[in-house]
């Protein structure tokens, strides 16, 4: 027995030359990639899903993640998929997105794919308060969860995730997405955003934000309708399969 | 730029279907195991070394760490390892080790290697200490290492200088947790210490042992070795007992 409930754990598909990495979202878990991993496996690749730090096992573990625990999670897998490609796309949802992103501008990689990743912390609020949260964050500790936005109700039923957001970890969010902000201009390999105009945790506009200040060049912008936040498990996730597929050949004709 | 030190890094080196998990020690780094996980590659095997949680960064980072983000780090490498592989060594060097010892009274897997384990927190003061730990850490946070006495190549030791005293209780325990695990464990075990080893002393290695719940199990007693066994004087010995150890195994079939 390993010490993670069922779906915290991270996964390995082996495959070709090429690697694709997966990272989840800010209290979630492996298992929202793997429905993703296991399309990007069957079209030949490697694919490997991290489990961030702090997530995956028990909720006060994540209370004592920081940003660079997070960071180091995404260079761990970075690292072991190195061993055996020549090719990496790292792709990321959420704050998986966001970490995607910042590695794109950190790590030799050869594409990014951020699904419903935030320019900023959504609520205005968490920014103001940001040098309070620590000290505030001893007697509030969690922040209730709005009920998920995910529309394919049998996802919504085998959705991994902590029930609410520790506060200490939300200040530690904030950080990150500020420092994805300031490398996105180091960002110049091909990028895909995949957006859904239905998700209610990031807002649609974000992917605006995001394209503008990216340094790439090549920017590929993939909406959906109908989906909430988690696109890689929602009625629409074989469209988001199909064009990180398709995405991911296209950066591999531009890169040999 | 990477927040990890360079160097200090996991590592993975693809072959066959039988995999080696290499787990460090405590303030050490993956390159620590490094030398004897590629020697086990050169023969096929496939190998993963894991980054222990708040090792191979800053030791900031260490100080936050619990006994239950090293495990899932064991975990997370047993997982991706198992994604390649059929069947798993674990292979682990000092707090690596006990994690290891640990890790076969839960994980299914075909042997383990236990090189420098403690049996128990080698200084009594740390144990004695131990509920006071986490207090005592607020303004006592590390205590310095000796000057490590079998040095290895020059530049490669990218261990921690010093050990952060809350990190302590978090070893204490994880320590505590093998101690009642041994029984269960019922793998072929290989067990590894040194006598030269000053900071594990050498007795621990037949505590650890006569307690395994396995049947087949050895123990290799070595002469020259330091406490990280697999780098410095003898380290081929280590490669060699640990090349023997799995060939066995493997060579029974399965």
């Given at each position: 027995?390993?010490?993670?409930?069922?779906?915290?754990?991270?996964?390995?598909?082996?495959?070709?030359?090429?690697?694709?990495?997966?990272?989840?979202?800010?209290?979630?878990?492996?298992?929202?990639?793997?429905?993703?991993?296991?399309?990007?496996?069957?079209?030949?690749?490697?694919?490997?899903?991290?489990?961030?730090?702090?997530?995956?096992?028990?909720?006060?573990?994540?209370?004592?993640?920081?940003?660079?625990?997070?960071?180091?999670?995404?260079?761990?897998?970075?690292?072991?998929?190195?061993?055996?490609?020549?090719?990496?796309?790292?792709?990321?949802?959420?704050?998986?997105?966001?970490?995607?992103?910042?590695?794109?501008?950190?790590?030799?990689?050869?594409?990014?794919?951020?699904?419903?990743?935030?320019?900023?912390?959504?609520?205005?609020?968490?920014?103001?308060?940001?040098?309070?949260?620590?000290?505030?964050?001893?007697?509030?500790?969690?922040?209730?969860?709005?009920?998920?936005?995910?529309?394919?109700?049998?996802?919504?039923?085998?959705?991994?995730?902590?029930?609410?957001?520790?506060?200490?970890?939300?200040?530690?969010?904030?950080?990150?997405?500020?420092?994805?902000?300031?490398?996105?201009?180091?960002?110049?390999?091909?990028?895909?955003?995949?957006?859904?105009?239905?998700?209610?945790?990031?807002?649609?506009?974000?992917?605006?934000?995001?394209?503008?200040a990216l340094g790439s060049k090549d920017i590929e912008t993939v909406w959906l309708q109908s989906s909430g936040h988690v696109i890689t498990r929602d009625v629409e996730q074989d469209r988001v399969f199909k064009a990180c597929e398709r995405f991911i050949h296209r950066v591999l004709e531009k890169a040999s | 730029m990477t927040y990890q030190v360079e160097q200090a890094e996991p590592y993975l080196f693809p072959?066959?279907?039988?995999?080696?998990?290499?787990?460090?020690?405590?303030?050490?780094?993956?390159?620590?195991?490094?030398?004897?996980?590629?020697?086990?590659?050169?023969?096929?095997?496939?190998?993963?070394?894991?980054?222990?949680?708040?090792?191979?960064?800053?030791?900031?980072?260490?100080?936050?760490?619990?006994?239950?983000?090293?495990?899932?780090?064991?975990?997370?490498?047993?997982?991706?390892?198992?994604?390649?592989?059929?069947?798993?060594?674990?292979?682990?060097?000092?707090?690596?080790?006990?994690?290891?010892?640990?890790?076969?009274?839960?994980?299914?897997?075909?042997?383990?290697?236990?090189?420098?384990?403690?049996?128990?927190?080698?200084?009594?003061?740390?144990?004695?200490?131990?509920?006071?730990?986490?207090?005592?850490?607020?303004?006592?946070?590390?205590?310095?290492?000796?000057k490590p006495r079998v040095p290895g190549p020059s530049g490669m030791l990218l261990n921690y200088p010093a050990m952060p005293i809350r990190s302590f209780a978090e070893t204490d325990d994880m320590i505590q947790l093998m101690r009642a695990s041994l029984s269960k464990v019922n793998v072929p075990a290989l067990i590894i210490h040194s006598k030269a080893d000053r900071s594990v002393p050498v007795d621990h290695?037949?505590?650890?042992?006569?307690?395994?719940?396995?049947?087949?199990?050895?123990?290799?007693?070595?002469?020259?070795?330091?406490?990280?066994?697999?780098?410095?004087?003898?380290?081929?010995?280590?490669?060699?007992?640990?090349?023997?150890?799995?060939?066995?195994?493997?060579?029974?079939?399965?």
């Amino acid at each position: 027995m390993t010490i993670f409930p069922e779906g915290g754990e991270p996964f390995f598909f082996p495959g070709g030359r090429t690697g694709c990495l997966l990272i989840h979202g800010f209290t979630g878990a492996p298992n929202e990639m793997r429905l993703l991993g296991e399309h990007l496996a069957a079209c030949g690749f490697s694919v490997l899903g991290i489990r961030l730090s702090g997530h995956g096992t028990d909720m006060t573990d994540l209370l004592r993640a920081r940003e660079q625990d997070w960071v180091a999670s995404v260079e761990d897998g970075y690292h072991l998929l190195r061993g055996c490609t020549d090719h990496i796309v790292v792709l990321g949802l959420s704050m998986g997105g966001v970490l995607a992103l910042h590695a794109g501008a950190c790590l030799p990689v050869d594409g990014v794919v951020a699904m419903s990743a935030p320019y900023r912390t959504p609520h205005p609020l968490i920014q103001h308060m940001r040098p309070a949260l620590p000290l505030l964050s001893l007697f509030w500790r969690y922040a209730k969860k709005s009920d998920s936005d995910l529309v394919d109700e049998a996802a919504r039923e085998t959705h991994v995730d902590y029930e609410a957001h520790p506060l200490r970890a939300v200040a530690e969010l904030e950080d990150l997405v500020r420092e994805m902000q300031a490398s996105l201009p180091d960002v110049r390999i091909p990028v895909l955003l995949i957006h859904s105009r239905g998700d209610t945790t990031v807002p649609s506009d974000h992917v605006g934000l995001i394209t503008n200040a990216l340094g790439s060049k090549d920017i590929e912008t993939v909406w959906l309708q109908s989906s909430g936040h988690v696109i890689t498990r929602d009625v629409e996730q074989d469209r988001v399969f199909k064009a990180c597929e398709r995405f991911i050949h296209r950066v591999l004709e531009k890169a040999s | 730029m990477t927040y990890q030190v360079e160097q200090a890094e996991p590592y993975l080196f693809p072959g066959s279907k039988t995999g080696c998990l290499m787990v460090h020690g405590f303030t050490g780094a993956p390159n620590e195991v490094r030398p004897l996980g590629e020697h086990l590659a050169s023969l096929g095997y496939t190998v993963l070394g894991v980054r222990l949680a708040g090792h191979g960064t800053t030791m900031q980072d260490l100080i936050r760490m619990r006994e239950q983000d090293w495990i899932a780090s064991v975990d997370d490498g047993y997982n991706l390892l198992q994604g390649l592989c059929d069947r798993i060594y674990i292979l682990g060097l000092s707090l690596g080790g006990a994690l290891t010892l640990h890790a076969a009274s839960r994980l299914k897997v075909a042997g383990i290697v236990a090189m420098s384990a403690p049996y128990e927190t080698p200084d009594k003061t740390i144990s004695s200490l131990r509920p006071l730990l986490p207090l005592l850490s607020q303004v006592w946070r590390y205590r310095p290492k000796r000057k490590p006495r079998v040095p290895g190549p020059s530049g490669m030791l990218l261990n921690y200088p010093a050990m952060p005293i809350r990190s302590f209780a978090e070893t204490d325990d994880m320590i505590q947790l093998m101690r009642a695990s041994l029984s269960k464990v019922n793998v072929p075990a290989l067990i590894i210490h040194s006598k030269a080893d000053r900071s594990v002393p050498v007795d621990h290695a037949p505590r650890i042992f006569d307690e395994l719940g396995s049947t087949e199990k050895d123990i290799l007693i070595l002469e020259k070795n330091g406490h990280v066994v697999t780098r410095g004087p003898g380290q081929e010995d280590v490669f060699k007992a640990c090349e023997d150890f799995i060939q066995r195994i493997e060579g029974r079939g399965v």
